[in-house]
């Protein structure tokens, strides 16, 4: 039978972690005199008390060797169960949200979604705003960690092909993965401090500054104002081009550049198609939309170029009214939220480096057709794609869109119109947040949507975040016994 106390062990840690985390906005709320600082002390009594004695109680079952059916198991659990402490603020205080809404908003923050079901957040008390943030950048910091260490060796989606020299097994990983994890933590927070600093030195209220940077290093999206980046036109708008872009490069490369080597990050091929395709989509919606509806060039396309790197990132900040662009610049947005940011970063949706694969997989195909005896291999950054990550890219390409279409099919049923319900799914199982449809086009929120919709919105978050496939693998009585 499986032993699962290294695993409860790891997350009763989390909770406690959480629970001193909560701290933080507390002591904003008491000082700020609001009255809601009482609701977080309480959801940290409650976090750090069943965290502490689920740690306790399975220490005797800790060893630094995890297996990889622990790696699945942590990597799904984790997600769930910190999300669901880390609502508990949204239902003791402000804003007072249901089981419902505070689990969704929630999972959206850890995942990094920032999708949001809270209308009137210029009204929220600041230590409520902060949390938000803060689950933000513990998500983002959390999805890094993962992306590095544990899919590689759990060969999910192709993600084995990132390997890094020596991991080869899970006890291997986790010494090497300590070292790691502070260099990581290093850059992560410097990220944030200079996305900070250059939030305020333009003009940004210090809350604003805070909140938007943990937001925008950990892709996150979520923003302490209604309106967004609205709110802060012009040379903002394109500082925060500049971090979310960043936020979506591979994390690895920032671990490298650190310890003195900034070669990977310039050669790397997911970086370079990344921007090449963002500026690509950026430039055609621009002339679409002057040629169409005429506009300042520049606004046009700095508003285009925010909101799909913004989209391709899925961080998920909007700015204007790009939702209200028509029906080319929507497709656009959507092809460019299929594919997401780099592997190895807090982006979701597919991964530049998955679509280059496939479409390095289709180029090949057809040129096998018109030579049928000529031996062609796929090949990516000058390495060839073996088999087995081929399988990997493919079963989860395919899982994606087939769950993007069955899943938009169920949003329907449950009462919500068909284009709400499309990007509805895919802001959620991309964990992209972008608000686009009738049904969210008065708040830019999911607040109107059915409780039933919002939870098979949390649940394609949380499918999104834990690579699909990790979590139908835990469903298998085989993968148990195996």
Not at 90 to 99: D, K, R, S, T, V
Not at 205 to 210: E, F, G, I, N
Not at 386 to 408: K, N, P, Q, R
Request: one cysteine or more.
């Amino acid at each position: 039978m499986q032993d699962i106390r290294p695993v409860f062990y790891v997350i009763g840690l989390m909770l406690v972690a959480l629970a001193g985390l909560m701290l933080i906005p507390a002591s904003v709320d008491a000082v700020e005199g609001n009255g809601n600082a009482g609701a977080f002390f309480t959801a940290a009594l409650i976090s750090g008390a069943i965290g502490g004695l689920v740690a306790l109680s399975t220490r005797n079952g800790v060893s630094i060797l995890f297996d990889t059916r622990q790696a699945y198991l942590i990597t799904t659990l984790a997600w769930i169960i910190v999300s669901f402490f880390g609502c508990l603020p949204f239902m003791l205080g402000a804003p007072g949200l249901n089981l419902t809404d505070a689990y969704f908003e929630s999972v959206s923050g850890i995942t990094t979604t920032g999708s949001t079901v809270i209308v009137g957040l210029d009204n929220l008390p600041s230590g409520v705003n902060l949390w938000r943030g803060m689950l933000n950048g513990i998500g983002g910091l959390g999805i890094a960690f993962v992306a590095m260490i544990f899919l590689p060796v759990m060969r999910v989606g192709g993600m084995q092909f990132f390997r890094v020299q020596g991991y080869d097994t899970l006890g291997k990983v986790l010494p090497r993965a300590s070292d790691i994890a502070l260099s990581l933590l290093g850059v992560y927070s410097g990220l944030i401090v200079a996305c900070m600093a250059t939030y305020s030195a333009l003009g940004m209220t210090p809350l604003d500054a805070v909140v938007t940077a943990m937001s925008t290093i950990a892709t996150g999206g979520f923003a302490p104002m209604d309106a967004s980046f609205s709110k802060y036109p012009g040379p903002i708008e394109y500082a925060a081009i500049l971090f979310m872009f960043l936020g979506a490069m591979p994390y690895i490369r920032f671990v490298q550049l650190v310890a003195g080597d900034a070669r990977p990050l310039w050669r790397d091929s997911q970086v370079r198609s990344m921007a090449r395709w963002i500026l690509t989509a950026a430039v055609l919606v621009t002339i679409w939309r002057v040629w169409a509806h005429g506009g300042p060039v520049e606004e046009t396309f700095r508003r285009a170029l925010f909101n799909l790197i913004s989209i391709m990132t899925t961080t998920g900040f909007g700015s204007g009214d790009f939702g209200t662009w028509g029906g080319f610049a929507l497709v656009v947005a959507f092809v460019v939220g299929m594919i997401g940011g780099c592997s190895g970063s807090s982006s979701a949706a597919l991964s530049v480096f998955r679509v280059q694969v496939i479409i390095q997989a289709l180029w090949a195909q057809a040129r096998q057709i018109s030579s049928p005896r000529q031996v062609i291999a796929i090949k990516y950054d000058g390495r060839t794609v073996d088999d087995e990550t081929m399988d990997g890219l493919i079963f989860y390409t395919t899982a994606y869109i087939l769950l993007l279409g069955v899943l938009s099919v169920f949003v329907t049923l449950l009462g919500v119109d068909g284009e709400s319900a499309l990007f509805g799914v895919w802001a959620s199982i991309g964990n992209i947040g972008y608000a686009i449809g009738p049904a969210t086009a008065s708040t830019a929120t999911f607040v109107d949507f059915p409780d039933s919709a919002k939870w098979v919105m949390t649940f394609s978050m949380l499918l999104g975040r834990v690579a699909l496939l990790a979590a139908f693998v835990l469903l298998m009585p085989r993968f148990w016994r195996a």
